[in-house]
């Protein structure tokens, strides 16, 4: 074998064994030096939790005078193989609810194995009207393009006269 074959297959070998190694993607809040597990009930409120670790991933959809409002910080890592769907490999969600006076009162982790499967119905929602083919889409529209607009001229009678 010459020099030149030996480095194909070498480069060809190194090609394929990269595309089998996982690039892993992280996804949603990225924990600096903080980590929202670190949030402690007893001293932090929403102005000390917004400092350190930022806008949440979320907030509770409630007004601020409700008993239960809570910020969400999620954590997701993707794991993909080449050309292949990327899986989840690991989330991390935690809530840190807060009383009405902005005081920090629970902080809750949950992890994967906290989640549950949700099945989504397939029906359809019925709409009005009729439902056109791609043709009928594509020439639909033939003739009914007004062309003083896509040439800029305007007709006799229009706008004080005159092409």
Known sequence: MNTSTKISILLSAALLTTACNPILRTHGYVPTSEKPQAVNPDTDTKSSVLSRLGNPSVKSTFDEEIEDDVWYYVTS???????????????????????PDGQVTKVAEYGM???IPVNYVDRKTPTRGRELSALEQVFGTIGRLPTDRLTGQTTGGQNGGGP
């Open 77 to 99: 890592v993707r794991q993909r193989y080449a050309y292949l769907r990327p899986q989840i490999e690991d989330r991390t969600v935690t809530a840190i609810h807060f009383n």
């Open 113 to 115: 194995e906290d989640g």
